[in-house]
């Protein structure tokens, strides 16, 4: 497995910064996000993009992720909303394909006050039905990732709607310190084994009713169980990164690269 970092925690930095720091620390991937302004939007142009693999190639790191933080659409509504956020993510995987990225990172959106859960749950199916087609063309995946927006809060429902999808390239983003707060995030590692197509490193104290934040990782009372969630992974064949979603303020980047190589070492 290959010990990466995520853009996410570094949002500020210029592309050329990010990817500096990231060699510099010791990491050998990276995730990146596409965003509505900057240097890497939709409307990033063939050179832009080149430019952006060169830079990378010239550190050694490796483009394995992006993330759709572009998105404004909810997949789970129906009418237009829906049809921004399809047409946002397909998109969104036309630049990931461009970039080397064979995954790419998405949160759905959200049910609301109008919005009920099983409505929520159909259109979020029949969108990504339509958005693997074009999945499946560029040989990129779209990963769904648990965070909390009161859907699909068990592993047994995310596995069956990732089934209801019915394509190999809608995926499953595994994030333990999103699911720490509720549950024994190794279950779903066994539960969604199959499915993982990328994975963030990240720990959990707290819990969802005391004040509790992500900490460190191997630092203090964090609730992730990491020798078990490797022991999982292994079991279900997953080699590909640990990907750090650790602020520097909370460790530096230095610290967590080398604790996820003490993780990955489990």
């Known amino acids: 497995m290959k010990v ?8 500020n930095l210029p592309m050329e910064a ?10 050998e991937c990276v995730e990146l996000c596409l965003k509505r302004a900057g240097e890497l939007t939709p409307e990033t142009d063939a050179a832009g993009l080149a430019r952006i693999v060169a830079l990378a190639r010239a550190r050694r790191l490796d483009i394995v992720s992006m993330t759709h933080s572009h998105c404004t659409g909810n997949l789970l509504e129906s ?18 394909a461009a970039l080397g990225a064979r995954c790419t990172l998405h949160t759905l959106g959200r049910p609301g006050p109008d919005l009920y859960y099983d409505d929520a749950y159909r259109n979020g199916v ?18 769904v990732e648990f965070v909390w ?3 699909l809060f068990s592993p ?3 596995d069956r709607f990732l089934g209801e999808c019915g394509s190999r390239h809608i995926a499953f983003y595994f994030d333990p310190g999103n699911m720490a707060v509720f549950h024994y995030p190794h279950h779903w590692a066994r539960i969604l084994g199959k499915r993982i197509r990328m994975m963030h490193a990240k720990d959990w104290t707290g819990s969802a009713l005391k004040e509790g934040g992500w900490p460190a990782l191997l630092k203090g009372s964090g609730r992730v169980d990491w020798p078990a969630i490797l022991r999982e992974l292994r079991a279900a064949g997953y080699d590909d990164a640990l990907i750090s979603e650790v602020p520097p303020a909370v460790a ?15």
Not at 19 to 26: H, K, M
Not at 133 to 139: Q, V
Request: no cysteine; hydrophobic share 55%; aromatic share 4%.
């Open 4 to 11: 990466g970092i995520s853009q996410l925690i570094l949002p």
């Open 18 to 27: 990010f990817l500096d720091q990231a060699a510099a620390a010791g990491y």
């Open 79 to 96: 009418g237009e909303a829906a049809r921004r956020s399809i047409e946002e993510t397909i998109a969104g995987l036309r630049v990931a």
């Open 126 to 143: 029949a969108a990504l039905r339509e958005i693997a087609r074009t999945a499946a063309e560029l040989d990129v995946a779209v990963a």
């Open 149 to 151: 927006n009161g859907f």
């Open 156 to 158: 047994l429902e995310m």
């Open 252 to 266: 530096p980047i230095e610290e967590t690269a080398r604790s996820i190589r003490k993780i990955l070492a489990m």
